[in-house]
């Protein structure tokens, strides 16, 4: 079994999967960006490639490279995360026996007659889609054979989190002893991200003290809807952070005011970090939170619903610390990421052309004949 794992930018839970199944003696390597911020590690063990520079479905240089690394490695299963790299994988695939594994972690509708999906995960060519949660499994069954489809929700662990205690440089300077509510996203262009709501329900709130912490790109509109409310001057637009996850140390609340979701990143780094949360009833984001056991559901584009939770939430400690120790509890059982490195590895046996026991080391990894 040779893999090739494709994704510009890995992320911590991605980054976890490729050093374990290279521990576990997988011969692996990893085809990202020049700029990824995994190249150091990833360099460190032996399994970075540096990608062809390209955008789009369709990279002659990059289908080269490809076809190139199938060849020379001996490449039996490519693995591509993101939609160009499964597209570009595909047309590199022609005329080899190599298999596809294909991701999806969007529960956004898919348009079959749409030809740009054939390219990537409708086409022929793709062997098997990770689902990263069971509503996107449930959807993609109305388009695919339900074989091809793996349930193998991502892990997430606390350990990854960065520990270093003290605020980022660009942390608003917020009043001492002012309860906060935090959230992540990018959501400029993406109005399913609820942002404008959560916005809404925060104007709503009868609290005088509590500020909301807004971490991400924003519509053009959204600062004039900020200050059209009366906690306008409670609000912090504080845009692209690099270490997101790191501000969450400081939040009380975190809110996930989504519409569309497939198993938000975010929402598992907040319960790693124990702070209570509030999310939307949306397939994907009840997959992490039950209501009242390990958070709070609200319907979706409902700020009034949303402001009451946060209500609730901002007014009891007791109740935060009850619905954060069980996120905690739930995301170390449920979303361990060893379960997600046991199913991958099991996927990858299971596409394995040639059957043999164990695994082989590539030939790059072989000591030098004597």
């Not at 490279?65 to 499964?86: F, N, P």
């Not at 001057?233 to 997101?244: F, H, S």
Request: glycine fraction near 6%; charge should be positive; hydrophobic fraction near 40%.
């Amino acid at each position: 079994m040779r893999v090739l794992f494709i994704k510009p930018h890995p992320d911590a839970s991605e980054l976890h999967l490729l050093l374990s199944l290279h521990r576990l003696g997988v011969a692996i390597r990893v085809l990202a960006s020049p700029h990824s911020l995994a190249r150091p590690t990833l360099e460190q063990h032996g399994l970075f490639i540096a990608a062809r520079p390209g955008r789009g479905k369709c990279q002659p240089a990059l289908i080269a490279q490809i076809r190139q690394l199938v060849r020379t490695l001996g490449i039996t299963v490519i693995h591509a995360v993101d939609s160009s790299s499964l597209a570009n994988a595909i047309w590199a695939s022609y005329f080899t026996r190599v298999r596809i594994i294909g991701y999806r972690g969007t529960n956004s509708r898919i348009r079959r007659f749409d030809p740009t999906y054939w390219l990537g995960i409708l086409n022929p060519r793709v062997a098997r889609v990770i689902c990263v949660s069971q509503a996107i499994h449930d959807y993609l069954a109305r388009f695919l054979p339900r074989h091809k489809l793996v349930l193998n929700a991502k892990g997430y662990s606390q350990q990854w989190l960065d520990s270093d205690p003290t605020p980022p440089d660009r942390f608003p300077s917020l009043p001492a002893g002012c309860p906060t509510v935090m959230t992540i996203g990018n959501s400029a262009g993406r109005p399913h991200k609820g942002l404008r709501y959560l916005i809404e329900a925060f104007h709503q709130t009868r609290s005088d003290s509590a500020h909301l912490v807004v971490i991400g790109d924003y519509d053009a509109d959204i600062p004039e809807l900020v200050r059209s409310g009366p906690a306008a001057r409670r609000i912090v637009l504080a845009g692209p952070q690099p270490r997101a996850a790191h501000w969450l140390k400081w939040a009380d609340v975190y809110a996930q005011p989504s519409t569309v979701e497939g198993l938000p990143r975010a929402v598992k780094e907040a319960m790693a970090q124990g702070v209570a949360t509030v999310i939307t009833d949306i397939p994907g984001s009840t997959e992490l939170i039950e209501h009242d056991r390990s958070g709070l559901v609200v319907p979706p584009a409902d700020p009034g619903a949303l402001a009451r939770a946060l209500e609730q939430l901002l007014g009891s400690a007791a109740l935060r610390e009850r619905l954060a120790q069980a996120a905690v509890h739930r995301l170390q059982t449920r979303f361990a990421p060893e379960r997600f490195v046991q199913t991958t590895l099991e996927l990858y046996r299971s596409l394995d052309q040639r059957r043999q026991p164990g695994f082989s080391r590539l030939a790059s990894d072989r000591p030098a004949a004597r």
